[in-house]
């Protein structure tokens, strides 16, 4: 069963403006939290984290929000570049002793020059 | 530096046929991951090994896979018999046991194709 969720495939938004991404997970143990970006015949590549402990973490123009309660979290790219186009998964990790991640379907970003 | 290796890139193959994808780690790293990609599942862990010992094999889908970690710079993934089911791509991925929480470097895939 999926612990990681992300329900929107595609994403397509205009260059400038903002993308927000989308995630959601089902398992309390989750405590940390990653969000990777993945260019077409590419592995993916770790892009910005955030844990628990906090609600918002910023990397330039990524910004991952938290919402524990709701068990969600997004990710919001401003202002939305051409190159920011790639799929991006969103990963979860239960316990600091832990170093798997429970992955999400990835959600298809296209930024509209 | 060298990122991690995996071979082939592609593979296609007949079902029933014996298949075998490997990974090089980056050289320190001593956590190994074996990922299956689909459409459906997205990206879904397989098994993983700390210091050349597997961990957790529960992501393995069925007595057809094994994974084999013999030393710190090679890992193989292999799948026998084959089937259709199994067409997908297949990425590995390596990290630092207390390195930075959740941060995993991975090779650029192998797509399988099982006709």
């Known amino acids: 069963d999926q612990q990681v969720k992300q329900n929107s495939p595609s994403l397509s938004v205009q260059e400038g403006r903002i993308s927000i991404l989308n995630c959601d997970y089902t398992?309390?143990?989750?405590?940390?939290f990653l969000w990777y970006k993945k260019y077409p015949a590419e592995g993916p590549t770790f892009l910005i984290s955030?844990?628990?402990?906090?609600d918002k973490n910023e990397d330039g123009r990524f910004t991952v929000f938290l919402n524990k309660s709701a068990k969600h979290l997004s990710l919001h790219i401003v202002p939305s570049q051409p190159g920011d186009s790639a799929v991006y998964f969103c990963?979860?990790?239960?316990?600091?002793?832990?170093?798997?991640?429970?992955f999400g379907t990835g959600t298809r970003l296209t930024v509209i020059p | 530096d060298a990122g991690v290796i995996q071979s082939p890139r592609h593979e296609v193959t007949e079902m029933g046929q014996e298949v075998t994808l490997r990974c090089k780690p980056i050289?320190?790293?001593?956590?190994l991951f074996w990922y299956r990609q689909t459409m459906m599942r997205g990206l879904e862990l397989l098994i993983y090994?700390?210091?050349?010992?597997?961990?957790?094999d529960s992501g393995m889908p069925e007595d057809r896979f094994s994974a084999k970690m013999p030393n710190a710079s090679f890992s193989t993934l292999k799948i026998q018999p084959s089937e259709p089911r199994d067409s997908a791509v297949y990425f590995c991925?390596?990290?630092?046991?207390?390195?930075?929480?959740?941060?995993?470097?991975f090779g650029d895939g192998t797509r399988l194709s099982i006709l």
């Open positions: 991925a390596s990290s630092v046991l207390g390195g930075p929480r959740g941060t995993q470097h």
């Open positions: 398992n309390s143990m989750f405590d940390y």
């Open positions: 955030i844990s628990s402990i906090k």
């Open positions: 990963a979860a990790s239960a316990g600091s002793g832990a170093n798997n991640l429970f």
């Open positions: 050289s320190g790293h001593n956590s």
């Open positions: 090994f700390n210091n050349n010992v597997p961990i957790d």
